[in-house]
């Protein structure tokens, strides 16, 4: 059974940091692109971040570049996203997304784009 089971998130304040991890099971790891999605309430789905299968190409959406980081450690089988000066536009359920590719990664706010989700985590920025 492949899953994606999330932890970290939670409450802080704005300009604050938070980190994001979700371990894989029951997947070939280094075969698989990873996304994170986020959902703020009232709005659709918004693709965030992705990383490649091996780690070497990773993508941002503009709202969030140059504030966040998304890492992998194939060796436990877990993908993170660091998230830095954290705004109050960032509230939101965050999901990581899971894709077999070859290469490369791509950013896709279109749920069809990732047969596997994790179970979502809530990150809330307020004082």
């Known amino acids: 059974q492949r899953l994606l089971v999330q932890s970290g998130g939670g409450l802080v304040q704005p300009g604050g940091s938070l980190r994001l991890s979700c371990a894989a099971s029951?997947?070939?790891?280094?075969?698989?692109?990873l996304n994170w999605v986020r959902q703020a309430p009232g709005k659709g789905r918004e693709g965030v971040s992705c990383?490649?299968?091996?780690?070497?190409?990773?993508s941002y959406s503009d709202s969030v570049k140059g504030r966040f980081t998304i890492s992998r450690d194939n060796a436990k089988n877990t993908v993170y996203l660091d998230m830095n000066s954290l705004e109050p536009e960032d509230t939101a359920v965050y999901y990581c997304?899971?894709?077999?590719?070859?290469?490369?990664?791509?950013?896709?706010?279109?749920?069809?784009?990732?047969?596997?989700w994790g179970q979502g985590t809530q990150v809330t920025v307020s004082t």
């Open positions: 990383i490649s299968p091996d780690g070497i190409t990773r």
């Open positions: 029951g997947f070939i790891f280094t075969n698989i692109a």
């Open positions: 997304a899971a894709v077999y590719r070859d290469t490369g990664c791509r950013i896709d706010s279109d749920h069809r784009a990732y047969p596997y």
